[in-house]
């Protein structure tokens, strides 16, 4: 979770990994509400970068209420492209 957001409306949510093991088993749930339960405390709404490529992930983040709003522009064409997905109530 950044702490120092670019906007001071959100937080970031980053560099989040579940082991194989316990995939599926409710862990992205918890550590989601976790950091969500935080920022809404704090006023703010939560956001968080994902691969294209990682449909796992996104379907997890689509489940925890996280909206895609797709590849922002300005991505740098020479990096893996990475979605944006905003927590939308």
Known sequence: M?????????VE??????APAVRGTGPVGRL???VVGWAAGEGRSTYLM??????GARTAY??????DTGVPERW????PPERRMELRS
């Open 2 to 10: 950044s702490t120092q957001p670019a906007d001071p409306d959100w």
């Open 13 to 18: 949510l980053i560099s989040m990994w579940v």
């Open 32 to 34: 989601v509400g976790a």
């Open 50 to 55: 994902v691969r294209s490529d990682n449909v």
């Open 62 to 67: 689509e489940r925890a209420g996280f909206v």
């Open 76 to 79: 740098p064409i020479d990096e």
